[in-house]
């Protein structure tokens, strides 16, 4: 059991599942539209999930040493790739959405789902890319750690503001997720300050 959780087990693993829920939920629903629609929720969500620990993977293991966080550090470029995958499902299901009823998918977005869910994809894709060795190497440390600093705090504005707009808006169990987010970034930035505090300490020192 413990193999099928690491590096690209895992990736396999969760692609497995996911694509077995999201064929089961759409046929198993009478109306094509509602079943791509709980596609689309359930990509939504599990890309959060891991989304979410893959971001605070190396916060949580500074602040807290056991097992579980030792596990999300080692596999944290992998909970990425399966984010990413996740929310490549998640594409595909708006596409199909989109196609299949234009009028309702109209209803269901606006202008800052497209600004922010396309700014949030461009980055998905170029994390994507650039978790492979050739690519990485290519644009180099500095680069790399820069694209995924900046994409990781991009697709965390687009989760947490959608869900704030639908805690505000939906249902007040959106709230959970706003308080999740709100965590993570903040466990994040205190992450942050103390790396970039020790830095100036050890720059003093030497
Ligand atoms: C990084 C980019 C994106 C993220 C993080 C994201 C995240 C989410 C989340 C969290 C939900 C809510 C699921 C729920 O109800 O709990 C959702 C639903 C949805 N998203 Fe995305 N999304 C992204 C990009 C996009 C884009 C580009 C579009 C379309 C232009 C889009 C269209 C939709 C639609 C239509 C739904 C509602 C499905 C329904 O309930 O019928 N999303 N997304």
Same mark, same amino acid.
């Not at 939906?170 to 959106?174: E, F, G, I, K, L």
């Given at each position: 059991m413990k193999v099928l959780l690491q590096r690209w087990n895992l990736v396999v693993l969760m692609t497995v599942i996911l694509i077995g829920l999201c064929v089961s939920v759409i046929y198993s629903n009478q109306d094509l539209v509602e079943g791509v629609r709980a596609g689309i929720r359930i990509t939504a969500r599990s890309s959060l999930i891991m989304f979410c620990l893959a971001f605070v993977a190396s916060a949580l293991q500074a602040v807290l040493k056991n097992n579980f966080t030792a596990w999300l550090q080692q596999q944290r470029r992998f909970l990425g790739l399966s984010f990413g995958v996740s929310h490549l499902i998640h594409g595909i299901l708006i596409i199909a959405f989109a196609r299949l009823d234009p009028i309702l998918f109209h209803a269901n977005t606006n202008l800052s789902t497209y600004i922010f869910g396309i700014t949030g994809y461009v980055f998905i894709f170029l994390m994507l890319l650039t978790s492979f060795h050739g690519p990485s190497q290519w644009i180099g440390p500095a680069k790399w750690k820069a694209l995924h600093r900046t994409g990781g705090y991009v697709i965390w504005f687009v989760f947490f503001s959608g869900s704030l707009k639908r805690a505000l808006t939906? &249902? &007040?169990?959106?709230w959970g997720i706003v308080a999740v987010l709100a965590t993570v970034i903040a466990l994040r930035l205190y992450y942050r300050h103390k790396k970039i505090e020790k830095f100036k300490t050890l720059k003093f020192i030497y």
């Open positions: 939906v &249902s &007040s169990a959106y």
